[in-house]
């Protein structure tokens, strides 16, 4: 108790909790929505095609040699000079696959982030526009430098509509965010973080304009049917 730092300490009044790393990654899946098309697909089945790419690469170099293999991959060698064709040719073919379909994919990133970065600049002004990636966090958004459009007090009052319990609140306004990242039809000239500036300011102000319950609570406690679903409309 006698620690100066325990005193200098501010936020021992109501401090929502920290976000845990699976719930971070939940939040971020939860994002992804912000991208589309290929983009999209990447970051959700990417990592799948890299591992069977890798397992393939792997079978090559165990049976050609991890030389001879690399030089299939790349299209140095033609997958006949190998000793076995039959294992080089998927290698080769996939190669050319991922290299050209990767490097498609960052192009398409560099040039659709650098647009995205003017967009948001230009609608939002000065604001801090840097902090626009993912699903927010609700206590972030109790700060003012969040970069996110929504009424005033809304993420203190959808926190009191479950009880003060930050988790849970979290929880349904990912769910919310997710279901408007999805909604409508993709908009290719909007990058990922407009996407989601966009579709946090929707929720956000459906969410406030909503009376009762948070639709997500209601679902979850198997409310009458239409019961939420007018109220969201309404
Ligand atoms: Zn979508
Ligand atoms: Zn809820």
Redesign the pocket.
């Known amino acids: 108790m006698t620690r100066p730092d325990d005193v200098a300490e501010p936020d021992d009044i109501d401090p929502p909790p920290r976000e845990s790393l699976r719930a971070l990654f939940r939040r971020r899946r939860r994002g992804l929505g912000r991208y589309h098309g290929i983009q999209y697909w990447l970051r959700v089945r990417g990592y799948y095609i890299l591992a069977g790419f890798a397992a393939l690469f792997l079978a090559n170099a165990l049976v050609i040699g991890g030389r001879e293999a690399y030089d299939v991959s790349v299209q140095i060698d033609s997958p006949w000079s190998t000793g076995v064709p039959a294992l080089a040719l998927p290698l080769s073919l996939s190669g050319w696959l991922v290299v050209t379909g990767f490097a498609g994919a960052v192009a398409g990133y560099v040039v659709s982030e650098v647009s995205d970065n003017r967009n948001i600049r230009r609608m939002r002004g000065g604001a801090d526009t840097r902090r626009i990636t993912h699903i927010p966090l609700l206590s972030r958004l109790q700060y003012r430098k969040h970069g996110f459009e929504i009424p005033q007090l809304f993420a203190l009052r959808f926190a009191l509509?479950?009880e003060l319990d930050w988790r849970?609140?979290q929880d349904?306004w990912e769910i919310i965010v997710e279901k408007f990242l999805h909604a409508g039809e993709p908009d290719r000239s909007k990058g990922p973080r407009q996407v989601m500036w966009e579709a946090v300011l929707e929720a956000s102000y459906v969410l406030d304009e909503m009376s009762g319950?948070?639709?997500?609570?209601a679902a979850?406690q198997g409310a009458p049917t239409g019961g939420a679903a007018a109220d969201a409309v309404r």
């Open positions: 509509r479950h849970l609140a349904h319950r948070c639709p997500e609570c979850a």
